[in-house]
């Protein structure tokens, strides 16, 4: 079981950001490498041990959990399409309610 994400790249909620995982520590710990953040921050690569709950819940039971891809390629692909703007204005995503009579 912990083999299965030896190699994947994630993203993580902040304080984090993303990177890979490098190895299998034990059955509930990785040892995961950071990358620089995604959005272009200056920041060294460091390596760290995190649990494998942490990763899945979040920290203290916060539902904030990892994603994670095959490649940094498909990392990138997925932050683009989160962060970047359309260049029409008029695509931009927006509520739309159900209701009837709602603005």
Same mark, same amino acid.
């Given at each position: 079981?912990? +083999?299965?994400?030896?190699?994947? =790249?994630?993203?993580? *909620?902040?304080?984090?950001? %993303?990177?890979?995982?490098? !190895?299998? $520590?034990?059955? +509930?710990?990785?040892?995961?490498? =950071?990358?620089?953040? *995604?959005?272009?921050?200056? %920041?060294?690569?460091?390596? !760290?041990? $995190?649990?494998?709950?942490?990763?899945?819940?979040?920290?203290?039971?916060?539902?904030?959990?990892?994603?994670?891809?095959?490649?940094?390629?498909?990392?990138?692909?997925?932050?683009?399409?989160?962060?970047?703007?359309?260049?029409?204005?008029?695509?931009?995503?927006?509520?739309?309610?159900?209701?009837?009579?709602?603005?």
């Amino acid at each position: 079981m912990t +083999a299965i994400l030896i190699g994947k =790249y994630f993203l993580a *909620p902040p304080p984090y950001a %993303a990177g890979v995982i490098e !190895a299998a $520590v034990d059955d +509930a710990h990785y040892l995961v490498r =950071y990358d620089a953040y *995604p959005n272009g921050r200056d %920041a060294p690569e460091a390596l !760290a041990v $995190v649990m494998l709950s942490e990763m899945l819940t979040g920290r203290d039971g916060e539902r904030l959990h990892w994603l994670f891809f095959d490649s940094a390629e498909h990392r990138s692909k997925y932050w683009a399409w989160v962060t970047e703007l359309p260049d029409n204005p008029r695509e931009k995503p927006r509520v739309v309610s159900i209701r009837e009579g709602s603005p």
